[in-house]
């Protein structure tokens, strides 16, 4: 099978300076050029293509950027990640709702209480190890889900309504009709949660990942606070989520506790095992077909969960690594000591 | 409140054990598979919920019951309950097996990790739930009622419920007949030590694709017995049960230690009973919240839960 990573790589590395930046402006023009593609094939039937842009599609990339770090760059199985995108949506809708702060003034707080939930959970789960912390972390996304449920404060079943949308920055106006204005500001988030990991892989904090996905045992011997670091990519990821949470309350409005049920950690789960675990660009690929895919198959009506998940099925069986793994680097060592 | 629970205490007390039996015999595929693969096989819920609508089609479509006609009685009772026990646990089983052959195998030959199995799971668990909720209509299912559900004996002031009593016993049958399996015969052998040492177990000329599925065979046959008996207590069933019942079953196992039969086994009851305790005093809507709290708590003082062995050490 052609392996487009390391193609990818290949070319990217083969460019000079000048090269790489345009390949990098061309992408994001690509990507920002999106919503002018409703009347081609990439049209979704049924669904308004351009709030289905913002919402699954750049909402779960950003999602599946986050939960990358968590699973992806330090090995980490947390099935509870919509957890943080709850409470950073429900901290939007109380504050925005019962406050005079604007959406630009909340995504911070949203953003911290996040974090803080992340370390809250972190710090007890993260002590142990597999498995448990996956039961632990689910666990957690129930409760918080719960307790929106059943608490007068956060509006029980009914949730939130009325929540403000953002109002206009550098002269940008934000109507809730206008999905193009949430999709192209989605992308600068992205843009910057993309710049984030990058510039945190190549930094001691990546490597420290790296080693503890690879052996924890050793890492712990050869001196790498794993437990520290560990939390770290716990609250980063948690950050993202939060992030994504406070940008969604302000663009639907309204939040129930029904939009954050375990079927979405469970789909972000899969967007970054589906598109490769630990690739970034693999994990945007993922949450972007993912997010796609059950609404542009919206014609099969019903049958369109099924669908997915025997495509779920099918792709894990022939890329067990996903669609873009991440690069083979005991690979490359053979090679060269062979040579 | 607290002489009201005493008052009802025997009656919570049953109603949490016929519950947490079929917490066990769920968690008994959840477990056993683990003990195996050492890994979390997320379809088990949606084997949970075909079981229960086997069940339902053999009191329904074999038998012809409906929501009129007479329960029955004597023999004609046996033999519907033993037949629709044995539908259910044959349909799981196998069902069970397809699920390893489809989602797990080629994957483990691969050696792939264990993300990759457990997404591909998740596609088969939802292929599943998603026929079924096509095929009924997104409807719940209510199961027509072939036994009359009888007070037969009285305990301090509970009565007990002729099919809390079938559910408590069967099920404690149903343990020992797994327990005799796994430590006496030459099957139950291998899988222990596939679970132990598969690559020493592959060497000594065991057959890990035949131990695997054997293996979920069983655990299908134990989670479709639970199916059984789940609509034997509620009566009902829908095509989306099987999630809120799969996740309690695990956290069943993980509480006794997951990998560990025996572990299963006291992880089910104390789940049982604990969540009708809660339920009791904080209501049903706050069950969830403090099985996972107590969860946590003995996860953070016993890691490996209250049975469990050191996976570290499994793991090397």
Known sequence: ?339 | MIGNFLDQFWSLTFGGLSLGFIYILIALGYTMVYGVLRMINFANSEIFMVGTFATIIVVRDVFKFTQASEPATGFRLVLILATALIFSMLVSGVLSMLVEIVAYRRLRRMNSGVLAPLISAIGVSMVLAESVRILTDSRPVASPRAMEKKFIGQFFDAGIRIDNTIIVISALILFAALMTFVNRTRMGKAIRAVSMNPNAARLMGINIDGVVSATFLVGGLMTGAAGFFYVLKYENTASNIGFELGIAAFTAAILGGIGNIKGAFYGGLALGLLETYASFFLGTQWKAVTVFVVLVLILYTRPNGLFGEALTQTRA
Not at chain 1, 18 to 43: C, D, E, Y
């Open chain 1, 1 to 339: 099978m052609i392996n487009l990573r390391d193609k990818g790589a290949e070319i990217w590395e083969s460019q000079g300076r000048l090269g790489r930046i345009g390949i990098a402006l061309s992408g994001v023009a690509i990507a920002a050029a999106l919503p002018f593609m409703g009347g081609t094939i990439l049209n979704t039937p049924i669904a308004d293509y351009e709030s289905v842009l913002v919402y699954p599609i750049a909402m779960y990339v950003l999602m599946a950027i986050g939960l990358n770090i968590v699973i992806g760059k330090s090995g980490l199985l947390d099935l509870g990640y919509v957890a943080f995108f709850a409470i950073g949506a429900y901290t939007m809708g109380l504050l925005g709702t019962k406050t005079d702060l604007n959406t630009w003034e909340i995504l911070p707080i949203g953003i911290a209480m996040a974090m803080f939930s992340g370390i809250i959970l972190g710090v007890p789960a993260l002590k142990l190890r597999g498995d448990y912390l996956a039961i632990i972390t689910l666990g957690f996304g129930e409760i918080v889900r719960i307790v929106a449920l059943n608490l007068g404060a956060l509006g029980r079943s009914e949730g939130i309504i009325n929540i403000p949308t953002p109002p206009a920055i550098f002269g940008i106006e934000y109507r809730f009709d206008s999905h193009r204005i949430y999709y192209w500001t989605l992308l600068v988030l992205i843009l910057f949660a993309i710049w984030m990991v990058r510039r945190l892989s190549v930094r001691r904090a990546g490597r420290a990942w790296e080693s503890i996905r690879q052996d924890e045992d050793a890492a712990e011997l050869l001196g790498v606070p794993t437990f520290k670091y560990k939390v770290w990519a716990f609250v980063l990821g948690a950050s993202v989520g939060g992030a994504a949470g406070v940008f969604y309350a302000s663009k639907t409005l309204f939040i129930a506790p029904d939009n954050f049920t375990l079927q979405i950690s469970i789909l972000i789960l899969a967007c970054v095992v589906f598109g490769g675990m630990g690739n970034i660009w693999g994990v945007i690929l993922g949450a972007v077909i993912l997010g796609y895919l059950p609404d542009r198959i919206r014609f099969l009506s019903d049958a369109r969960l099924l669908v997915f998940g025997l495509v779920l099925v099918i792709m894990m069986n022939l890329r067990p690594d996903g669609l873009l793994p991440r690069k083979k680097r005991e690979k490359a060592i053979v090679k060269k000591d062979a040579s």
